[in-house]
């Protein structure tokens, strides 16, 4: 990739980018399922089937009401069709919890170089009320002036008003904010329509191409 110029901050997105649910989605959800009585909880089977629920969502709002239906879906072959999930109040606690997610190996150590270099830092976020706590649980706040969450605000990737919020709070034009993240329409393409320029984060081991970095290590290069 060409580095960037003219770049004075840099915004991530969160979930995938800096952070990610650990072990994963389908270990926190039998972990807690299996307390509730269910038996013979396969997490790889979980996974895929959050995974799909995830694929077909429509109109998801990050809301709690979203939330539960998402799960309802992922345990679709444990629970009566249009029920909810008995637990669902304790997953939804149980993501609040610093110890159900990892941050990649590679994000404070970029972070850390980025401002260093002078680069004011932020997140964009498509998120409900758990995040900023969370943030502050997994000290991971304190590297970011910026923070824009869905929830907040009431607009979510890929809309312009987040991104523009965002940018409205540095002290460089939106062209100069670059914004990381693993979703081509959420993060990408949003917010290149808002003005700011990005770039795909692909951590799956499949970004060899062209415009896409496999890791936030690459970032620092970029950006020359």
Not at 177 to 189: A, P, T
Request: hydrophobic share 45%.
């Amino acid at each position: 990739m060409e580095p960037l110029r003219n770049i004075k901050a840099v915004t991530f997105d969160v979930g995938g980018t800096l952070i990610d649910p650990w072990p994963s989605v389908g270990h926190v959800y039998a972990e807690i399922a299996t307390r509730h009585g269910l038996r013979d909880l396969d997490p790889a089977k979980l996974n895929r089937q959050f995974a799909l629920a995830w694929r077909s969502k429509t109109s998801f709002d990050y809301s709690r009401g979203a939330w539960a239906e998402m799960v309802a879906k992922t345990f679709s072959h444990c629970v009566e069709p249009g029920a909810q999930v008995p637990f669902f109040d304790e997953l939804y606690e149980r993501f609040a919890q610093p110890d159900a997610w990892r941050i990649f190996d590679d994000v404070l150590p970029t972070v850390e170089l980025l401002s260093e270099g002078g680069l004011e830092l932020g997140l964009i976020s498509n998120w409900d009320e758990r995040l900023r706590p969370l943030l502050q649980r997994l000290k991971l706040d304190s590297y970011f002036r910026v923070i824009i969450i869905s929830h907040e605000i009431g607009f979510h990737k890929p809309s312009p008003v987040i991104f523009h919020e965002a940018a409205r709070k540095f002290t460089c034009p939106a062209s100069s904010v670059l914004h990381v993240g693993d979703g081509e329409m959420e993060d990408v393409q949003g917010a290149r329509r808002a003005g700011l320029q990005s770039v795909l984060l692909n951590r799956s081991g499949s970004a060899a191409c062209s415009g896409v970095l496999p890791t936030l290590a690459a970032l620092a290069a970029l950006l020359g």
